[in-house]
């Protein structure tokens, strides 16, 4: 741990000693550089962070003699004259062949057993940041230069930007550091950091940029550092130009650079065999969505650097190394035609109909546009070339028209007037992105994503009544509301198509099944306009029974904790329309019965309007049970801290939560204070 050394900076006016503070300053900020970007483990909170820096800035701002280019405040330079200048690259930076099936792997691991003449291979295999290749050199110790790949021979040279990169060491540390060392890596911006430079851009009435590569890209090509320093840039090494004062191996060499200072992926690995490279590509993909910067792949190198050299290199590419990539999340394709769909509340979304596309590991042939300001903002048209993207189990979204590729004037798209599905008005209300279909549950389409609804996991959770089927029994009208479910049999639903028998008994006996409910399942499965999960359990717990529910005032309604205004109005006006009430009476009468939660009924509220945080593992109980103990009591439970929270419930191995509370001064309990705070003690 570093001890925070607290001295009043303008005290002692002695040039010596405030040389020797500045000193210690500068060591101490590299080192907190150092725990934070190559260790990965932050010894102090950033506030305690900033307060160093500032500390220093102020020393060499009233000493300017003392200010040397490697200290930390010295990032930002000066905007270099003549743009960037085009520079060689002593040492080529290479690229690297693809594999993109597990077969592809195999023969490269074969061929290289073949040459080596061995059994089995050793291997480093790291992740393939989708970011911005440089080369760094330093000399004796000190960042000197800056490179793109550019074209792998020549780059740009962007050293006065790459200074204002944090995790980019302007000093290595430790003995033994070669005289002249060039390392390679990539510098990237997180998703978050991405995100928010996004929404920033965003207010500022300026251009975004479409995805985490090109920010960073746009970002190191700034003219000005001082713009670059601004961006959430960041930087990982995959290994050195040559192997001069280095290791033998490519794993060793990576940590000589990391005990030097510079930041390496945590995410590394020395693997032996072409079995575990593939269950490293499955591990990595399974957690692609998860990390917060983009990657496009696996690399695989030979560890021993003899072996690599006996590999060779077949034109720029190394025999001893291949990328394993992952499906693209973004891909190429024509928008053939615009049409929207109609959702559960009558919302209308423009969806993309597109030339089938293979994307983020699947056939893409329809995309979200989300709503009109969307289309118009990105001026997406039919018969556009456009770039879609599928990320994880996230709705495939057309991310922007290549507008330069327009060969012809392409017509505007249009919002139609009339509802496609029911030729009802369509509207758009005062500050609302969303058009909408007034047809209400007269609009088959309604029906069917009400019925959907209904029928979901989290709401009724009837197994096997899934969209196909409820199309069929709204387009055969067998089903027009949720209580017809009810009174379907198996011999009507086995005369549909594609329906057995034995699936026909199976359903009846699930919708059956569905019939003894949870209140709160019961209200969310109603579809009332705004209350999502939570709120219908809330809403359960506070009145205990549909009745007590359907006759609330607007007023009783809002004194139910976290639901405002706006919701207590929906849901008072849901209950006052007689089609509401008939479904309601309808499912009754078909025999759907809903339970109470235990604590109904004018429940306890005691910590109604609080707002808690938990992190870390607890003793008494999961942390599950503690949120549902502390939501049972009225209070909101959230994940993540600001001034609004009220407490920050802390276990054993806190995160950043705690930090986070401590720097906003927000309470923290641990766990005697939870149970005080349950009753429990
Ligand atoms: N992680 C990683 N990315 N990447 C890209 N390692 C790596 N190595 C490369 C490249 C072009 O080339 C070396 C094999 C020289």
Redesign the pocket.
């Known amino acids: 741990m570093l001890a925070a050394v607290a001295e009043d900076p303008m005290a002692k006016p002695d040039t010596t000693e405030i040389a020797g503070r500045i000193e210690r300053l500068r060591r101490e900020i590299d080192e907190h550089n150092y725990r934070y970007f190559v260790l990965d483990d932050p010894a102090v909170p950033d506030a305690e962070y900033d307060r160093l820096v500032g500390e220093l800035e102020k020393l060499e701002a009233a000493h300017p003699q003392l200010v040397t280019p490697d200290s930390p405040t010295q990032r930002v330079g000066a905007k270099p004259a003549a743009g960037f200048e085009t520079v060689a690259h002593d040492i080529p930076?290479?690229?690297?062949g693809n594999a993109f099936s597990a077969e592809e792997v195999r023969e490269f691991d074969r061929r290289i057993r073949d040459v080596l003449d061995r059994e089995e291979n050793c291997y480093v295999a790291?992740?393939?940041?989708d970011g911005v290749?440089i080369s760094l050199r330093y000399e004796d110790g000190r960042l000197a230069a800056g490179v793109t790949?550019g074209d792998g021979r020549t780059g740009e040279e962007v050293t006065s930007n790459v200074r204002t990169i944090r995790s980019v060491p302007l000093k290595l540390r430790g003995p033994g550091i070669p005289g002249r060392l060039e390392v390679?890596?990539?510098i990237f911006m997180t998703r978050s950091g991405f995100a928010a430079l996004n929404r920033r851009l965003e207010k500022a009435g300026q251009k975004t940029f479409v995805n985490p590569r090109n920010a960073a890209s746009g970002s190191l090509r700034q003219l000005d550092p001082g713009l670059t320093a601004d961006r959430p840039l960041r930087f990982?090494c995959?290994?050195a130009a040559t192997s001069d004062g280095l290791p033998d191996t490519h794993m060793a060499i990576l940590e000589r650079l990391k005990e030097m200072g510079i930041p390496v992926?945590p995410e590394?690995r020395r693997l032996t065999g072409v079995d575990a490279l593939l269950e490293y590509h499955a591990d990595i993909l399974s957690r692609r969505d998860g990390l917060d910067y983009d990657i496009d792949g696996?690399?695989y190198?030979l560890d021993d650097l003899d072996q690599q050299r006996e590999m060779g290199f077949v034109s720029r590419?190394?025999r001893?190394?291949i990328?394993h990539k992952f499906p693209a999340q973004e891909e190429l394709t024509t928008l053939r035609e615009i049409q929207v769909q109609v959702g559960r509340t009558g919302a209308l979304t423009p969806v993309a109909r597109l030339e089938p596309v293979f994307v983020g590991g699947v056939t893409v042939t329809n995309a979200t546009l989300h709503n009109i300001d969307e289309i118009r903002r990105k001026d997406v048209r039919e018969g556009d070339q456009v770039i879609v993207r599928r990320a994880g189990d996230v709705i495939p979204e057309v991310v922007r028209a290549l507008h330069e590729r327009r060969r012809k004037e392409l017509p505007e798209w249009n919002m139609p007037a009339e509802c496609p599905e029911c030729g009802s008005r369509v509207v758009r209300e005062a500050d609302q992105a969303a058009h909408r279909c007034t047809g209400g549950l007269v609009c088959p389409a309604q029906r069917k994503r009400a019925l959907e609804h209904f029928a979901s996991r989290n709401a009724m959770d009837i197994e096997g009544l899934g969209t196909r089927l409820i199309d069929q029994l709204v387009q055969a009208d067998l089903v027009a509301s949720p209580a017809d479910l009810y009174r379907l049999d198996a011999e009507t639903l086995a005369g549909l198509e594609r329906m057995a028998e034995k699936s026909a008994s199976n359903l009846v006996a699930a919708i059956a099944a569905s019939r003894e409910v949870p209140l709160g399942r019961l209200l969310f499965a109603l579809g009332i306009p705004e209350v999502g999960e939570v709120s219908a359990n809330q809403l359960a717990r506070h009145f205990g029974s549909l009745e007590g529910l359907a006759r609330a005032t607007s007023e009783e309604l809002e004194a139910v904790p976290d639901i405002g205004p706006i919701m207590a109005g929906k849901i008072h006006a849901f209950f006052r329309e007689p089609h509401n009430r008939a479904v309601v009476e309808d499912l009754q009468a078909v025999g759907v019965q809903w339970q109470a939660p235990e604590d109904a009924g004018g429940g306890d509220d005691r910590l109604a309007g609080n707002t808690y945080v938990l992190t870390g593992s607890l003793s008494s109980m999961p942390r599950s049970e503690a949120k549902a103990a502390l939501e049972a009591r009225g209070a909101k439970v959230t994940g993540s801290v600001s001034k609004k929270t009220t407490a920050v419930i802390a276990g054993d191995d806190p995160g950043s939560k705690l930090e986070k509370a401590r720097e906003l001064g927000v309470e923290v309990l641990d766990e005697t204070g939870l149970a005080e705070l349950l009753g429990e003690d």
């Open positions: 930076m290479l690229s690297l790291e992740p393939k940041l290749a790949r390679r890596g990539e990982f995959y290994g992926s590394v696996v690399v190198k590419a190394p001893w190394a990328a």
